[in-house]
Every structure is written in C-alpha cells, then in structure tokens.
C-alpha cells in the first residue's frame, strides 16, 4: 500500500480523496493555487504545496508544478479526482515516467475513451449498444446528407474531442445542415483543439442512465448498478439518483452484464461510468469517463462500497475486494449538487460564506469544502457541496432530503438550495416521469 497520496485537485473532491486516504492510513499532499491557501482540502491534508496562481492554467493544469510538488514531498502516487487533469492521458503517462502511481486507468485508455468516435466504434465492438450514427468524423458535405438522411432527423452533431455538454448542435432538417456542421466543427477547434465532429441520431425524450463500474487491469470488471442523471441543465447534471425510477432488477443486471463483458476484455482498471441515453427500453452508449464521477455517492450509499478506497486499493496492486455476487442495492439515495449560483436565474454568485450550518441526521451525507467566514472563488466551478441523502424507499428518500434542504444553512452568497426544493416537490419529479429535457422545460415554466 501507499505511504503518501499527492491529491491533484481541489474543492469537496480533494476532501473526499483525502478521507479515504486517512481511512486507509495513507498519508496525503494537498497541492493548491495562491487563492485557495486557507481551503478545507490545505487544511485537512499532512502537507501542501503551493502550486501557482488563481487560473487554473498555471495551478491545477499546471503538469510541471504538480510533478515537482509529488517528487519533493516523496508521493508515491497521484489522485486526479474528477475534472482538470484526470482524464489527461499525457498527465497520466507522466506520472508513471517518474516512477509514481497513477491512481486511474492506462494512458491508452484514458485516450481511447476520450476520442468520443473511437471509444464509440471500439464499444460497439465489443457488444455494447450505441447510438445510431456516423462511424467517424464527417468528412465531406455530400456524405453528410446521406447519412443524415439515413438515421433520420433531428441528428446531432457532437465533437470527437467534446466534454462539459459543449459543442452540440441539433440539427432538424435538410437545410440546416450544412452550417450547423462548419459551426460545430469551427467551435470544437477553438474549444479542445480538434475539430473533428460525427452525428448521431437525436434521441427525442430519453433518460440519461450509466452504470458505474470497477476493473482490476486484469480482466476482471464488476459493476456498482446504475445512476438516472437525466435531471440537467444546459448538459449539466443537477441532481442525481440510483437506482434509476425507470429500470427495474432484470433490466439493470442485463445492462450491467453488458458493459463489464466488454469492459472486461479490454482489461480496464480503474473506477469508470459508462453512460448511456435510455430510450423506449433501449440503451445507447454515449460516452465513457474514466474516472471518479461526482455523482459517485450516490452509488457508493446504495451498495455500502467506497469506491475511492478501491480505486486506491487497486491501483497499489490489490485485486477488488468484493466480487458481483457480493453487491446489493439497498434503498434509494439522491444527490442534489448546489452551486455558488443564483437559482432562479443561474449566475455565478462567489463571495463570503458568513454563516455555514450544514443538515445532519441519519441518512444525511454532505460532501463540501465550505466552512463559515470561506469564500468562494470565482475562478473556479461553482460546485460548493453535494447533499446526499439514504433511506430505504424513494419516498422517505425525498421526504428526508426536504428536511436536509431546510436544514442547511448558507448565508452570504446565493445558492441553488431553493432550486432543488422546488424540483423535489415537484409531482412529475415525486412520480419518477422525468427526462433530459425535463429540468430545462421546468426551470423556464416555473
Ligand atoms: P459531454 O461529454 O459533452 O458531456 P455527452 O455525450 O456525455 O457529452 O452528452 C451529454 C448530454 O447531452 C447527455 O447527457 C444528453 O443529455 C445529451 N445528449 C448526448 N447525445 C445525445 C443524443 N444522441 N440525443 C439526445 N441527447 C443527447
């Protein structure tokens, strides 16, 4: 096992890290930027290091600075977390070139998984359903049409190098394709740097379902059920669930089986979520990420299983200390991601946290970096915490999460608490009738 974890992140995930580090004795460097020397995550972990200033660019992007920070501190391994560089398969390849552990998949399959087309043709391979669509980028206009004409409008064009919900254009007819093409391709070379695009066909109401899994590197694969996130806004999650309110037990393990099979025989290590749209009982893949997911709670409240502690486990070399017959899914839990935000109107809203008084109880689990007198940044995402919630039915899930929301105090900047207690008393949300567009249409409506 690791003596010490260098955490290459911040916020309530380089919190989340660092607990799971302590319960396994492992001792744990915070890396972070100037603005953030009096965060939670410095305040917790054995040592820090400075890494550079405010913008993410020269701090937390910062590959140099974060290496250096692991060699003099003597790290033996590197955490990613989710978002900045854990799904940067250079970042991962020089990690281990300077003999430290990278706590995530191969390099290769971090690529792989990251080109949305490959990963795409290489699932389909492997028995996985997809979304009907182009098998690589498009290449001319004419060929466009052909296919376009072939899945059906609407389509959707998406960039190969896409993530974060950016650079998707829905396209409903013939003459509208065309310059929807140029406009995604021209976005997606400003945004990633690779202007590739492929169209799929727009799926009209579906939910937004992925199951989340474990791989040992050696051909074993085991899957934690599913999580419905089809609650999201402009292609972010918002609020999420497991289990799903629309799969029942058969459906779930078909699914399940599904995608460790494939998984399986590309020997995939690490933790990962392969999300699907779910449509008229069909799944489709749409990507896969290999990595942590900050929706992963909810899961790990279902099954028992904390999955960083196994991430960890395994990448030192252990085998997964449970096996599929292992996992049970009891009662239901909900996540509800709040954001420094304004919630009728969604903007950024950083500043002074002058009172902070988080809810309790049973069932309750709050996973934030926030303390009273801390102030949010601006320069980073607005996640400030995640409110999870247990019980054994949905039902008392949502009544125990209304009694948490009005619990939870956060005084001097705006949140989106008020967002999800309006969502959650909603009937359509009560009766599980919801899909990706639900969320959009509610907040416009309300
Ligand atoms: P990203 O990596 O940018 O997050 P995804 O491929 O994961 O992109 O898609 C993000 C969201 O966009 C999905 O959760 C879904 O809401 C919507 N979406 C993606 N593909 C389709 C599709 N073919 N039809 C309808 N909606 C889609």
Known sequence: MFDKILIANRGEIALRVHRACKELGIRTVAVHSTADSDAMHVRLADESVCIGPPPANESYLNIPAIITA????????????????????????????????????????????????????KVDELGIPV???????????????????????????????????????????????????????????????NGAVYMEKFLQNPRHIEIQVIGDGK??????????????????????????????????????????????????????????????????????????????????????????????????GSDISFSQNDITFNGHAIECRINAETPIDFRPSPGKVSTYHPPGGIGVRVDSGLYSGYSVLPHYDSLISKLVVHATSRNECLMRLNRALEEYVINGIETTIPLHQ?????????????????????????
Not at 291 to 309: A, F, K
Not at 425 to 446: A, M, P, Q, S
Request: glycine share 10%.
């Open 422 to 446: 309006e969502i959650i008393k909603n009937r359509d949300f009560v009766n599980g009738d919801y899909n990706i567009h639900w969320l959009e249409n509610f907040v416009e409506t309300r």
């Open 131 to 193: 979304v009907p669509g182009s098998e690589g980028a498009i290449e001319n206009i004419k060929d466009a049409h052909a296919m376009a004409e072939e899945i059906g409008y609407p389509i959707l064009i998406k960039a190969s190098a896409g993530g974060g919900g950016r650079g998707m254009k829905i396209v409903h007819k013939k003459s509208e394709l065309e310059g929807s093409i140029k406009e995604a391709g021209t976005e997606a070379l400003t945004a990633f740097g």
């Open 219 to 316: 051909g074993t694969v085991v899957h934690l059920g599913e999580r419905d996130c089809s609650l999201q806004r402009r292609h972010q999650k918002i609020l999420e669930e497991a289990g799903s309110p629309a799969l029942n037990s058969n459906v779930r393990d078909n699914i399940g089986e599904t995608t460790c099979n494939a998984l399986s025989s590309l020997h995939y290590r690490n933790a990962g979520t392969v999300e699907f749209l779910y449509e008229g009982g069909e799944f489709y893949f749409i990507e896969m990420n290999t990595r942590l997911q900050v929706e992963h709670p909810v899961t790990e409240m279902v099954t028992g299983i904390d999955i960083v502690r196994e991430q960890i486990k395994i990448a030192s």
């Open 70 to 121: 692991a060699t003099v501190t003597n790290a033996d391994a590197i955490h990613p977390g989710y978002g900045f560089l854990s799904e940067n398969a250079n970042f991962a390849s020089i990690v281990e070139e300077h003999d430290i552990c990278f706590i995530g998949p191969t390099a290769d399959h971090i690529a792989l998984m990251g080109d949305k087309i490959a990963s795409k043709n």
